[in-house]
């Protein structure tokens, strides 16, 4: 089974931080471009951060450039996403996903995709 799992998700206050992490099972992460996604109630899905296979490529959405930061171990099939200075507006279900394209994209199709994991900044 090809599959993405996140973790890492949960409630923080405003200014606080967090790290996703998004594990892959049944095939190499190192052959796939990475991106994180969110989902908001109410709102449509939109893109968060990307990284290319090697890592050597990664590209940040505007609304969280300087405070998130996306990161890869290959040997440990795992792409992190580090989260700081949350704010309410970030309050969403993350979700990674995995495309063939290999580079750091947020437009390109995705093959895999992860069930997400909730997180809510709240005072």
């Known amino acids: 089974q090809l599959q993405l799992v996140e973790s890492g998700g949960g409630l923080v206050q405003p200014g606080g931080s967090l790290r996703l992490s998004c594990q892959a099972s049944?095939?190499?992460?190192?052959?796939?471009?990475i991106g994180w996604f969110r989902q908001a109630p109410g709102k449509e899905r939109e893109g968060v951060s990307c990284i290319s296979t090697s890592g050597g490529s990664r590209k940040y959405a505007d609304f969280v450039k300087g405070r998130f930061t996306i990161a890869r171990d290959n040997a440990k099939n795992t792409v992190y996403l580090q989260m700081n200075s949350l704010k309410f507006e970030d309050t969403a279900v993350y979700y990674c996903a995995a495309t063939r394209f290999k580079l750091c994209d947020l437009l390109v199709p995705y093959d895999y995709w992860g069930l997400g994991t909730q997180v809510t900044v709240s005072s």
């Open positions: 049944g095939f190499a992460l190192e052959d796939y471009g």
